[in-house]
């Protein structure tokens, strides 16, 4: 006879895919009630620890753990070059922005250098601290980055976190207003980006999961390329562009390239580097279309033309990775 705490139990294990639950559905409950009585069953429910571990190994087991589906392995390989693409990405544009600033106000005379030192001092101790922390965090991105493909996961994990903290600030600035601001839509935006890398990250880059490697080029080649890029595309159009410029700007030009790559010759393409590129291009997407529609009607002709035809590129891009991915998993039935 199933007692209430088997049955809740086997409630909580519905969360694991049909796959593991097969196979160790049993021998899990099992173990739970092992030593636990009769009529302690008929009152008692699964702890929070357990529970917790529980939506741990589900998340794991969905991922890509061991001995996996094909499906499963495609999908937790996806979400872990995500989380790759998208730290590299925000890491290269973290140093290359603020390589240029420094630059910029070094050069510039001591005046601009006395400006760019008073939004760190000039405005009491806590405002300065969070001013110090907005500027530095995001440098940790480089940091989970270079961290990850030297399968130190912990420290990749935990400096992805601190790195995505500053984007929460605006979120909590807009919502202490009375009134959304015209860039309330990017603000979140960029939240939902910071947040689904450090997440992805977090969540498929687990203990089960094969060590991270990019699929083409050595870690620090394709950072300095990648930064190259992102600063290069501003210091073309100095003045002239707006915060998603660069970091549109470096994916555009790296996925093309890797798709030119791999789809040269006989090459096949894998879906999950497909599949990571397109989700990556459409959260990017979304970040181009909200930094630039609040201001598209007084944009200067040429910025909105490049802006226009940055939304029209990803569009492009994201569609063909999309199509490449999907072919590849029809092809191979999954």
Not at 18 to 25: G, K, S
Not at 181 to 203: F, G, I, M, N, T
Not at 262 to 268: I, K, L, M
């Amino acid at each position: 006879m199933t007692t209430l705490l088997e049955a809740r139990y086997r409630t909580v294990l519905r969360l694991l895919p049909d796959y593991y639950r097969r196979e160790r559905e049993e021998e899990m409950v099992e173990t739970y009630l092992w030593d636990v009585d009769q009529e302690t069953q008929e009152q008692s429910r699964p702890t929070l620890g357990e529970v917790a571990s529980i939506v741990a190994l589900a998340v794991r087991s969905r991922l890509g753990a061991g001995g996996a589906p094909r499906r499963y392995a495609v999908l937790g390989s996806a979400v872990r070059l995500f989380a790759l693409f998208a730290v590299l990405l925000q890491a290269a544009s973290a140093v290359a922005e603020r390589v240029l600033g420094l630059t910029w106000v070094s050069t510039r005379g001591g005046s601009q250098w006395a400006m760019f030192t008073d939004g760190f001092t000039g405005h009491g101790a806590w405002a300065g601290a969070g001013a110090v922390a907005q500027w530095f965090f995001p440098l940790l991105w480089t940091v989970a980055y270079f961290a990850l493909l030297r399968d130190h996961r912990r420290l990749a994990q935990l400096s992805a976190l601190v790195a995505a903290l500053p984007t929460l600030w605006p979120l909590v600035d807009l919502w202490a207003r009375d009134f959304a601001p015209s860039d309330s839509a990017y603000v979140v935006a960029a939240a939902v980006l910071a947040w689904a890398s450090a997440l992805a990250l977090c969540a498929a880059h687990h203990r089960d999961a094969p060590p991270a490697a990019l699929p083409a080029g050595a870690p620090g080649l394709v950072f300095a390329a990648c930064c190259v890029l992102t600063g290069g595309s501003v210091v073309a159009l100095p003045g002239g562009v707006d915060t998603a410029w660069a970091l549109v700007t470096c994916y555009l030009v790296t996925a093309l390239a890797w798709l030119l790559y791999r789809a040269r010759g006989a090459h096949r393409v894998p879906a999950a580097e497909a599949a990571a590129l397109a989700a990556l291009g459409l959260l990017l997407l979304v970040v181009r279309i909200t930094a630039v529609y609040p201001w598209l009607d007084v944009l200067p002709g040429v910025l909105r033309v490049g802006v226009l035809t940055q939304a029209a590129a990803l569009v492009a891009l994201t569609a063909a990775l999309a199509v490449v991915s999907g072919r590849d998993l029809l092809s191979r039935g999954t």
